[in-house]
């Protein structure tokens, strides 16, 4: 009998290839026009894997949808609620556990981003209106 746990891990892990390889085979949406610094956070997400469950362009997936994220009032298993703010991406971004959206069963990987990437990141995240 194989262990529930491991049931578990190999399915978050098909669930997250299958949306890795589904992301590579969409046609990518329009470019949209961003500042310099965004502009930079957005090639940070992409290289960094986050577009494999945000989206190529922040329309989300497997992960929430980052357009009009910031501003928006998200909602966490715990059933408390946040308005999304710079303070709460950086957050989310540095400590991917820390708090997790409902509706979403995978748990967004830890990464290696240092703080001037995730500010840029976020900067990305607020201009996607």
Same mark, same amino acid.
């Given at each position: 009998?194989?262990?529930?746990?491991?049931?578990?891990?190999?399915?978050?892990?098909?669930?997250?290839?299958?949306? /890795?390889?589904? !992301? +590579?085979?969409?046609?990518?949406?329009?470019?949209?026009?961003?500042?310099?610094?965004?502009?930079?956070?957005?090639?940070? !997400?992409?290289? =960094?894997?986050?577009?494999?469950?945000?989206?190529?362009?922040?329309?989300?997936? /497997?992960?929430?949808?980052?357009?009009?994220?910031?501003?928006? $009032?998200?909602?966490? $298993?715990? =059933?408390? =609620?946040?308005?999304?703010?710079?303070?709460?991406? +950086?957050? =989310?971004?540095?400590?991917?556990? !820390?708090?997790?959206?409902?509706?979403? !069963?995978? $748990?967004?990987?830890?990464?290696?981003?240092?703080?001037?990437? /995730?500010?840029?990141? /976020?900067?990305?995240?607020?201009?996607?209106?």
């Amino acid at each position: 009998m194989i262990p529930r746990s491991a049931v578990s891990g190999l399915f978050a892990a098909v669930v997250l290839a299958l949306s /890795v390889a589904a !992301a +590579a085979c969409a046609p990518a949406a329009p470019d949209v026009a961003l500042s310099p610094v965004a502009d930079e956070g957005r090639d940070i !997400a992409r290289g =960094s894997g986050c577009a494999a469950c945000h989206g190529r362009n922040g329309e989300g997936g /497997v992960g929430p949808s980052w357009k009009g994220l910031a501003g928006s $009032t998200v909602t966490f $298993t715990d =059933s408390t =609620s946040a308005v999304v703010d710079a303070e709460y991406l +950086a957050a =989310s971004i540095l400590e991917p556990s !820390a708090k997790l959206r409902e509706g979403f !069963a995978i $748990t967004m990987p830890e990464n290696n981003l240092s703080e001037e990437e /995730v500010a840029k990141i /976020v900067a990305y995240i607020e201009e996607l209106r």
